[in-house]
């Protein structure tokens, strides 16, 4: 089974566009492969486009992030980069 590690949680989720915001703790790029759990939540994706402040970014190390995900994710979701 692949490592996950910890690196952020969700803050926000904009269900209209399906993006969700992520309060980050640790690095994370476009390319990453990534595991949302919660209570509700179990969802496994590509991090194909990753933005701040509405601005294109490769690669984030702290501050929120918004991504576009595959589903509905609820605020306080942990985030793990799957290693």
Same mark, same amino acid.
């Given at each position: 089974? +692949?490592?996950?590690? &910890? =690196?952020?949680?969700?803050?926000?989720?904009?269900?209209?566009?399906?993006?969700? =915001?992520?309060? &980050?703790?640790?690095? &994370?790029?476009?390319?990453?492969? %990534?595991? =949302?759990?919660?209570?509700?939540?179990? %969802?496994?994706?590509?991090?194909?486009?990753?933005? %701040?402040?509405? @601005?294109?970014? +490769?690669?984030?190390?702290?501050?929120?992030?918004?991504? @576009?995900?595959?589903? @509905?994710?609820?605020?306080?979701?942990?985030?793990?980069? =799957?290693?």
């Amino acid at each position: 089974m +692949p490592e996950e590690k &910890l =690196i952020g949680r969700i803050s926000h989720f904009f269900n209209n566009i399906s993006v969700g =915001i992520i309060d &980050l703790s640790d690095s &994370l790029a476009v390319g990453d492969k %990534i595991h =949302i759990k919660g209570v509700s939540t179990d %969802i496994e994706q590509m991090v194909d486009s990753m933005q %701040i402040d509405r @601005k294109d970014v +490769p690669s984030a190390f702290s501050g929120e992030v918004g991504i @576009k995900v595959s589903g @509905k994710v609820k605020e306080g979701d942990e985030v793990f980069k =799957i290693v």
